[in-house]
């Protein structure tokens, strides 16, 4: 029997989901909301979704990418431009075969290597009158070697002495290998034209024969290289005490202190017979004052350390040298230059070998003895030179009167020994005569 109390029982299904026809219920609508709220919810959903330009952190991040990747591109340029300047400057230079082949056939007759890390390198300038040089005189299709000058530096570089060679200097000249082949017979000559029977290896090996002392490296220049070169410096300083007029040198300038360009430099330091008393005597120390100015005018400036500058004086110095082979690349030419550089002004030395006039002819002349021996042994042994106005001890170096020949005497060193003092003058001394230090 059922109880009338229990409530029939209902499908579960039935339960669950209202009856398809049954009609919707509308549900309660809430009471209307203020203004403020649809702001009120926005900033809600703004806050738990977060703020809409989630994008920009994403093209900022394009941005610097392109940035990234433009700055790579110009970097690589840079290094490319780089390194095709260095290509380029480095394929300015001659390499002198020719002169390296000549002296290894007569290796066994020079000079052994000196006891130290000293460098000697014979700087040659050629007078040759081709390659855009025939205003200077006629191409007869030879050269001679207008200016010699031995380098010597020091082993622990900081002292070097350049020693002019007259070029009417009486030497023995060895057997030679001529340019266009075949041999010339050993002579008593006039030195400059060892340059002209047998080139650079000839001039060396008279050089050699003359002095004993091994030389390392050489370095020829010729009359348009001179010129490109104190053209990239923007001139020399030099002093005239006298306005000059020289035809012959290519010459017209007032009186005084004054920037000679490269085409008036050639002239000052080639000139003979328009400058001073016309001797030879006086061009070599022209020469050497003229190099004096210039190394200062190189260091001062700071050429050597600045990018700007260094290049336009590299690209002259290349294009306008033949090297042996130790010579003939940027960086070794770079670190010699920056050798020479860092020697104190005063302690770089320049001074003509010691000579007199030979005996047969006055137009010529002949080493001074025992002064000529001495001086080579001195730098054979890389020992300290001194020089004077005047070749004594203690007096003014830094002018020189150009007059009569070099004369020598010995001064103590503060090591000790003693040091032979020759005429001739450094690097300190300004060209007009001041002494900078």
């Known amino acids: 029997m059922t109880s009338s109390a229990e409530p029939p029982e209902e499908n579960a299904e039935d339960a669950a989901q209202p009856e398809a026809d049954a009609p919707e219920t ?20 703004e806050a738990t979704v977060g703020p809409e330009p989630a994008a920009k952190p994403r093209g900022r991040y394009r941005w610097l990418k392109v940035v990234g990747v433009v700055t790579a591109f110009f970097v690589l340029l840079g290094a490319a431009g780089l390194w095709y300047l260095y290509q380029q400057l480095n394929g300015n230079i001659t390499t002198d075969h020719v002169t390296e082949n000549e002296l290894q056939a007569h290796a066994s007759e020079r000079p052994s290597q000196g006891p130290t890390s000293a460098e000697n390198i014979l700087l040659i300038g050629s007078d040759n009158r081709g390659d855009g040089n025939g205003k200077y005189g006629e191409d007869s299709g030879t050269q001679r070697s207008d200016t010699v000058i031995l380098l010597h530096i020091a082993a622990d570089r900081h002292s070097a002495t350049a020693m002019s060679i007259p070029r009417d200097l009486m030497a023995q000249v060895p057997a030679c290998t001529k340019p266009k082949g075949g041999e010339t017979r050993p002579k008593f000559e006039q030195f400059n034209w060892a340059y002209e029977f047998g080139g650079a290896a000839c001039t060396i090996r008279t050089v050699e024969d003359m002095t004993g002392i091994r030389i390392d490296h050489h370095l020829i220049v010729d009359f348009s290289g001179f010129k490109k070169i104190v053209n990239a410096i923007h001139g020399v300083d030099v002093c005239l005490p006298e306005p000059v007029h020289d035809k012959q040198a290519h010459l017209d300038l007032p009186a005084g202190r004054q920037t000679l360009n490269g085409e008036q430099a050639l002239g000052y330091v080639r000139a003979r017979h328009g400058l001073g008393d016309g001797s030879d005597t006086g061009r070599m120390d022209r020469q050497q004052g003229f190099l004096g100015s210039l190394f200062s005018k190189v ?49 770089l030395n320049f001074l003509t070998l010691p000579r007199e006039q030979y005996v047969l002819d006055h137009n010529r002349d002949q080493l001074e003895q025992p002064a000529a021996d001495k001086l080579f042994a001195t730098l054979r042994d ?34 000790g020994t003693t040091a032979p003092t020759y005429r001739g003058t450094t690097a300190a001394a300004d060209i007009c005569g001041k002494t900078t230090k």
């Open 299 to 347: 260091t001062s400036n700071g050429v050597l350390l600045n990018p700007t500058k260094v290049y336009p004086v590299l690209s002259a110095a290349t294009s306008s040298l033949t090297a042996d082979p130790g010579l003939d690349s940027l960086p070794e030419l770079y670190d010699l230059a920056r050798e020479v550089q860092g020697i104190p002004a005063d302690k």
């Open 26 to 45: 509308p549900a309660e609508t809430p009471p209307e909301a203020p203004a403020e709220a649809p702001a009120e919810a926005e900033a809600e959903a």
């Open 382 to 415: 890389d020992l300290p030179v001194t020089v004077t106005a005047d070749g004594h001890p203690g007096s003014d170096s830094g002018k020189s009167s150009g007059k009569g020949s070099p004369t020598t005497s010995d001064t103590p060193t503060a090591t």
